[in-house]
């Protein structure tokens, strides 16, 4: 028989902190986002101080084929300047099916645009 301490904090999430990690697989991409916060930018090495960092990606999704991953900071939404996660989910919220979005990318020193077709 084997005997195991574990330490476990138990914490309350604070209101906006539960809204950046509920804005997951939002219109259909995959992926996670959050707020770019101290955390994100030592794990990830970001030089950023806006935008939404992407958290995760599912395997599969339209993010996932498009070839964003973990650590890329979205700058824009359709050409509209995203400095936190409340931007990120209204322009999110007001696409439908039909064309792809447009979302400006910073990962590392680059900065490019991605196309992506929400399925």
Do not use: C, H
Not at 2 to 12: G, N, P, V, Y
Not at 18 to 24: G, I, N, T, V
């Amino acid at each position: 028989m084997f005997l195991l301490d574990l330490k476990i904090t138990i914490a309350e999430m604070g209101e906006e902190r539960l809204a950046s990690r509920m804005a997951a697989p939002e219109g259909g991409l995959g992926m996670q986002v959050d707020n770019v916060r101290p955390e994100w930018q030592k794990k990830f090495a970001l030089r950023e101080g806006t935008g939404v960092v992407v958290t995760g990606v599912s395997q599969d999704s339209p993010a996932d084929d498009a070839g964003l991953k973990a650590g890329d900071v979205i700058k824009e939404v359709n050409r509209k300047s995203v400095k936190d996660v409340n931007d990120y989910q209204e322009y999110m919220g007001k696409i439908k099916s039909g064309p792809p979005v447009l979302l400006l990318i910073k990962r590392g020193g680059r900065t490019f645009y991605v196309s992506i077709k929400i399925s």
